[in-house]
Structure formats: structure tokens, C-alpha cells
């Protein structure tokens, strides 16, 4: 190795950018060089958001399980014949949407299965559904993937998708189905999703066209340290491009209920370690990215604390339900009180505030 370990954390805090390579070295540190690491994530995380801890009050409707991708590592997604499937209409996801303005929400998170029967006119549908009795929310819907179905299914390209949704009223964009932006690992874990091309490409259509978006990877089931490091690449180059991130949202992978952990196809999950590396390798290498996020939901409250301290700066959402961590085997992913969220800022010496989607303060 040309450096120290301790000399390329140095040069990082000089602005040193790091290299694919240096990403993979960082990921495979076993020893106590993984607190080293923590440390200079953190330092970074103060010098450029500060001691604020952030948080966005928002709730997840889930409108369908029914999923025509079931992908390996979801244990929510369902056959549309599965006697679990559920499928909420018009009248339902209305009131869903109701319950969430009366909590004071700034963001409805629309988050469901790619139902095999939805068109585009589905999707707008449930988008203008939601605008009508939420005016004023952010509706953060649609993944690249949900993007390219609708497309699909009903003959017209991706940019005109965004733009329907868009005047349906979506605000921002889930930067989900990223999940291993590495195609032989696709072929693993999500087979039925589109390919790694194709979500960068829509990606950046959404960005161009002013919609927003967060940047996802679903890590700790069949992915190497270095399919990790391609994917915070891409996410880097894309940020280059159009600066077009809100945030990165590592998701932690919920194992229990899986098909691909009961085949024997996967481990179960990131340990320890490895969540704390992913927090304060993202804030290292992604040196064009804001806000790192720590998803409470899928690493628990108390790893969530140790994150902040490793270079995160957000708790994510209030979310309410969240059926994808409860059905893959997650525990207390419902729901988190700001007054709980407070607690763990308060106790590292930090200030909780609460966002919106874009991260003005309210
Ligand atoms: C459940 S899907 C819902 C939206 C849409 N169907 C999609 O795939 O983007 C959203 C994201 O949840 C994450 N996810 C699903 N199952 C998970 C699990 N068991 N553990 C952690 N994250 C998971 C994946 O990153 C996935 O892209
Ligand atoms: N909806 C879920 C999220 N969302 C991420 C944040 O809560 C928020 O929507 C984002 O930061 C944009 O403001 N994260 C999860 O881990 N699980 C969810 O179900
Ligand atoms: N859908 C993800 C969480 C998520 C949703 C929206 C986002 O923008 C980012 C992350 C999950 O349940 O695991
Ligand atoms: S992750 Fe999304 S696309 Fe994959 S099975 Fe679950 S709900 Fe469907």
C-alpha cells in the first residue's frame, strides 16, 4: 500500500477525491482502523452540514403487495393470487392519505409493489388521488424501475412518464430499486428489475427535468466490498451530472423472511461493522452529496446513534408503516417519535431538526 491508512483519511480531509480502489480498502477493515474511519467521516459530516441531525415527518401508503418483480431479498412483495396480496383502491389510499395530513406530514411516501396490472394511467391515478386531499405534501413516489413498467405497459417513453407524473403532482422521486447497480448482482437478487443502464438513465432524465430524487443502495446480501464501491461510483458520477440527489439512504438488508436468505443464497445481513463502514465510506467517497442518512428502521435506534457518529446527518422519516422492513422479518420499523429521535441527537451532543424532502429546515 502506497499509504497509511491514517495518511489517506488525512487526505481525504484535505479533499483528496477517493478512488474506486480506496473505497474497497476502506470497506474491508476489520480492525480498530474501522473507528479511524468513523472518526474522519464524522469530522467531515461537521465540517460541512454541522451538528444539526435532520428528520422529515412523513408517513408510507403502501397500496399493493402484488409485485410482478419479487425480487430475492423482499419479503413484502406477493403473487397477485397469494391469499396475503392486498390491493387498496381509489377510496382507500384517499383516506390513508387523510390519516397522514391529519399527523402533519410533509411527505406522503407512496411505496408499493410493481402491481403486473398497473398502467400509466394507474400510476397517475393514485399520484392525483393523493394531491387532491394532500395539497401542499410532498408526494415522494416512483422508482426508476416503477418508471420504466409504466412506460412499458403503456407505449410511451420515460421522460413523458415523468412528466405525467409530475403533473399529477409528484414532488420527488425514490431512488429505490438501485439496490447493487452492478448487473451480475441484479441477475441474483432482482432479476425482474431493470438493469443498471437503464435505471442511471431515467435517473438523470428525472434530474433534468428539475424532479429530485434520493440515492439508495440495499446492501448486505450477495454484493462484494467491491460491487459496493461501483455502485457509491455511479452514484457519484451521476451527482457530478446533474447534483440532482437529495441524499444517500443506505438500506441494510432485512433478512429473516426472505427467499434468498431461506435458499441459502444470501448471508444474514450486514454486520455491525459493516453498517458503521457503510455510513462513513458514503460520506468519504460521495464528496458531492450533502446528507447521508441512517435508516433507523433497518439498522434499529441504537446503530442508528453509533451512525451519526460515523458520518450520518439524517434520521430519515417518522414513516408511520412500513411494511417492507415488518414482512422481511424487521422489528420496531414502524413507527419512531421525533421526541425518541431527540433523544439520540441530545445524547451525541446534536440538534434535531425537521426537513422537508429537499432538506429546508421548517
Ligand atoms: C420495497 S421496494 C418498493 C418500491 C418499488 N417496488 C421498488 O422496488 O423500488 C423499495 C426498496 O425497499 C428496499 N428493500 C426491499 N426489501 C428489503 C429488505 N428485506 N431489506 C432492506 N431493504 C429492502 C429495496 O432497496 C427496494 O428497492
Ligand atoms: N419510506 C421509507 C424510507 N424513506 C426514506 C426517508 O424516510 C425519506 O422518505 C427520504 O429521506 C426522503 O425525504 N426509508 C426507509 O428505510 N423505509 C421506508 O419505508
Ligand atoms: N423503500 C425503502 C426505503 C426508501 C424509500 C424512499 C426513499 O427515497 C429511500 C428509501 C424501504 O422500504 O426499504
Ligand atoms: S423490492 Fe420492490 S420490486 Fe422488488 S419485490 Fe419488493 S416491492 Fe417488488
Known amino acids: 500500500m502506497p499509504h497509511s491508512l491514517h495518511d489517506l483519511l488525512d487526505d481525504v480531509l484535505a479533499g483528496h477525491r477517493l478512488t474506486e480502489e480506496e473505497a474497497v480498502r476502506l470497506f474491508s477493515t476489520r480492525d480498530r482502523d474501522v473507528l479511524a474511519i468513523a472518526a474522519a467521516a464524522d469530522e467531515l459530516r461537521e465540517e460541512k452540514v454541522g451538528d444539526r441531525v435532520t428528520y422529515v415527518r412523513n408517513q408510507n401508503i403502501h397500496v399493493t403487495n402484488v409485485c410482478k418483480n ?12 397469494d391469499p396475503e396480496a392486498f390491493c387498496d383502491d381509489i377510496a382507500t389510499v384517499q383516506e390513508k392519505a387523510r390519516i397522514a395530513v391529519s399527523r402533519d406530514v410533509t411527505e406522503i411516501c407512496l411505496l408499493s409493489g410493481v402491481h403486473p396490472d398497473y398502467t400509466l394511467d394507474s400510476y397517475v391515478d393514485l399520484i392525483s388521488c393523493v394531491r387532491e386531499v394532500a395539497p401542499g405534501v410532498d408526494i415522494h413516489t416512483a422508482s426508476p424501475d416503477e418508471i420504466a413498467w409504466a412506460s412499458e405497459r403503456s407505449g410511451v417513453s420515460t421522460v413523458e412518464v415523468i412528466e405525467r407524473f409530475r403533473e399529477a403532482g409528484l414532488g420527488t422521486l425514490q431512488g429505490t430499486a438501485a439496490e447493487i447497480l452492478v448487473d451480475d448482482v441484479r441477475q441474483v437478487i432482482c432479476p425482474n428489475k431493470c438493469d443498471t443502464q437503464t435505471w442511471v438513465r431515467i435517473i438523470k432524465e428525472a434530474h433534468r427535468m428539475g424532479i429530485r430524487s434520493t440515492a439508495t443502495i440495499m446492501y448486505g446480501s450477495c454484493e462484494s466490498e467491491a460491487d459496493r464501491a461501483r455502485h457509491l461510483a455511479i452514484l457519484r458520477d451521476i451527482q457530478d451530472e446533474t447534483g440532482g440527489f ?14 434468498l436468505y431461506r435458499a441459502g443464497r444470501a448471508p444474514p445481513g450486514a454486520t455491525g461493522r459493516e453498517d458503521i463502514l457503510m455510513v ?34 439524517d434520521l430519515g422519516g417518522t414513516m408511520f408503516c412500513d411494511d417492507v422492513s415488518v414482512d422481511a422479518g424487521g422489528e420496531g420499523a414502524d413507527y419512531l417519535d ?14 434535531l431538526r425537521q426537513r422537508t424532502t429537499t432538506y429546508e429546515l421548517v
Open 338 to 351: 421525533p421526541a425518541d429521535m431527540q433523544r439520540l441527537a441530545e445524547d451525541i451532543g446534536r440538534t
Open 70 to 81: 419479487l425480487c430475492g431479498f423482499c419479503g413484502f412483495g406477493r403473487r397477485v393470487d
Open 280 to 313: 462513513a465510506v458514503a460520506r468519504l467517497f460521495l464528496d458531492n452529496f450533502d446528507h447521508i442518512q441512517v435508516s433507523w428502521g433497518k439498522v434499529g435506534t441504537k446503530m442508528a446513534e453509533m451512525a451519526l457518529l460515523a458520518g450520518a446527518d
Open 246 to 259: 437529495t441524499e444517500f439512504v443506505p438500506l441494510s438488508f432485512i433478512y429473516q423472511k426472505t427467499p
